[in-house]
């Protein structure tokens, strides 16, 4: 979401959704005008995942995942307080528990645990230097987040065709699946049809 208002109606619909669904929802909004922790791009944020359930943690990832993490207990009934609920949290970090039950998670998903290990970074790494001293005190989440993209982060998506080309070529997809169809309707309707003079023949003949 673009601002704090936005944010905060989608969190009504989603507890909505939750409460009509009988279940006991949660929301939590953070800031997501600055980048979180020090890195962007899915192969280092993973990295930087695994560093934090090792127990290596920038101020502000902490932060969003003690309150997300201490909501999840309240709810599964592993605890009331909040705070009692974060210094858990704490310690199974810090005694490498959580990070245990990730390698676990990654087992069971017939995931390769050697990977963590070994996670991919880019072939090429430029340092890029500030032209004058200071200090820097906001960072663009967006503009960064395109400027990854273009890099190679993540992949570009090629988009051959415009969104009327696509929904034309949807409309005759279905027209084709819903002619096969009645085709698949027409045929079984003679073959029973076949079936049953071929019963009555029989029939006749006994």
């Known amino acids: 979401m673009k601002n704090r208002e936005q944010a905060e109606e989608l969190s009504k619909v989603m507890s909505k959704i939750g409460e009509l669904a009988g279940i006991e929802t949660v929301c939590v909004i953070t800031n997501m005008e600055q980048p979180i922790g020090k890195n962007i791009g899915n192969s280092l944020e993973v990295a930087e995942a695994v560093k934090a359930l090792k127990g290596e943690m920038e101020k502000d990832v902490k932060e969003i995942v003690l309150c997300i993490t201490s909501q999840i207990m309240k709810l599964s009934g592993k605890g009331e307080n909040i705070q009692e609920n974060k210094q858990k949290v704490l310690?199974?970090?810090?005694?490498?528990?959580?990070?245990?039950?990730?390698?676990?998670?990654?087992?069971?998903?017939?995931?390769?645990?050697?990977?963590?290990?070994?996670?991919?970074?880019?072939?090429?790494?430029?340092?890029?230097?500030?032209?004058?001293?200071?200090?820097?005190?906001?960072?663009?989440?967006?503009?960064?987040?395109?400027?990854?993209?273009?890099?190679?982060?993540?992949?570009?998506?090629?988009?051959?065709?415009?969104?009327?080309?696509?929904?034309?070529?949807?409309?005759?997809?279905?027209?084709?699946?819903?002619?096969?169809?009645?085709?698949?309707?027409?045929?079984?309707?003679?073959?029973?049809?076949?079936?049953?003079?071929?019963?009555?023949?029989?029939?006749?003949?006994?």
């Open 91 to 206: 310690e199974n970090i810090e005694n490498g528990k959580a990070y245990e039950k990730f390698v676990q998670l990654i087992e069971k998903q017939s995931g390769s645990i050697e990977y963590l290990n070994n996670i991919e970074k880019a072939k090429y790494i430029v340092p890029i230097e500030a032209k004058q001293d200071g200090f820097v005190t906001k960072l663009d989440a967006e503009s960064i987040g395109k400027a990854a993209l273009e890099l190679g982060a993540r992949k570009k998506e090629k988009r051959r065709y415009n969104r009327l080309h696509l929904w034309n070529s949807a409309r005759k997809e279905n027209r084709r699946k819903s002619a096969k169809r009645r085709n698949i309707s027409i045929y079984t309707l003679k073959q029973r049809r076949t079936n049953t003079k071929c019963q009555r023949k029989s029939r006749k003949s006994l």
